[in-house]
DNA sequence: CCAGACGTTGTT
DNA sequence: GTCTGG
DNA sequence: CCAGACGTTGTT
DNA sequence: GTCTGG
């Protein structure tokens, strides 16, 4: 899955790549270690063709469990769960991130830390909803590549997509699963990390560093 | 109608 | 073991 | 996601 | 709060 990622919110590649018409008076500084809970940017759409940039913060909670926060969400049976199925039709959104890590495990404890990153796309928008200053990453199964580090990986929306998938006029189902084909197998990139990444407290650009080969 | 579950991951 | 904070 | 704490009551 | 099962 995703429970951690990496952005450094480069308002200037933001704008590049979208170029919102709205933007946060909230800067974000580079983050080398979002972990649910804290502030991250999201791109949406509330408008037709008002392209936002805004900041929410990682993880849905439920009224009636407000202190667990859901950082993913299963795009599979998303529209039969409750807790997200309006988001799902009603408030798409990209969340711009630069990789996530995930957990390679043997049995129970979490061994080795891997950078899941993209040669070709600096940048890697993935697919959220949002609902009022809460959003989370929808997930699938990993593809071929990936499935060796961890069964779960983010939906990834192709940039042909993006603008269908921000389009809240789209509230079809099968039209909303159409812009989320999996992705190609060889589409993401990863390499081992140190374990300074668990601690949710380490920030720094070294967290990237790799400790071993590209899988 | 009320009671009770409800969201993820990994692991069993 | 389970919950909370980051 | 992992790290790290992990107790009660009533009251502000 | 809202949905489902009984």
Redesign the pocket.
């Known amino acids: 899955?995703c429970?951690?990622f990496v952005a450094n919110n480069e308002l200037e590649t933001i704008k590049e790549v979208f170029n919102p018409k709205i933007a946060p008076s909230l800067a974000l500084g580079e983050n080398y270690n979002v972990?649910?809970?804290?502030n991250t940017f999201v791109i949406n759409k509330q408008e037709a063709a008002v392209i936002e940039l805004n900041t929410k913060v990682w993880?849905f909670?439920?009224?009636?469990?407000t202190?667990?926060?859901?950082?993913?969400?299963?795009s599979e049976?998303?529209l039969q769960?409750?807790?997200?199925k309006d988001s799902y039709l009603y408030r798409r959104c990209l969340v711009p991130i630069n990789g996530y890590y995930e957990?390679f495990?043997v049995?129970?404890k979490?061994t080795q830390a891997y950078f899941i990153y993209s040669k070709k796309m600096k940048l890697l928008p993935v697919a959220g909803i949002y609902l009022d200053d809460e959003m989370t990453i929808l997930?699938t199964s990993a593809n071929a590549r990936l499935s060796a580090i961890?069964?779960?990986m983010p939906v990834l929306v192709p940039p042909r997509n993006w603008e269908s998938w921000l389009d809240q006029s789209i509230t079809e189902p099968g039209q909303i699963q159409s812009l989320i084909p999996s992705a190609p197998l060889d589409f993401l990139d990863a390499y081992p990390v140190s374990?300074s990444v668990?601690?949710?407290?380490s920030k720094g650009k070294n967290l990237i560093d790799p400790i071993g080969p590209e899988i």
Request: proline residues 5%; hydrophobic residues 25%.
């Open positions: 899955m429970g951690r972990s649910p809970s804290q993880g909670t439920a009224t009636w469990d202190k667990r926060r859901l950082a993913n969400a299963r049976s998303i769960k409750a807790s997200f957990w495990r049995n129970e979490p997930t961890h069964d779960r374990s668990n601690n949710s407290r």
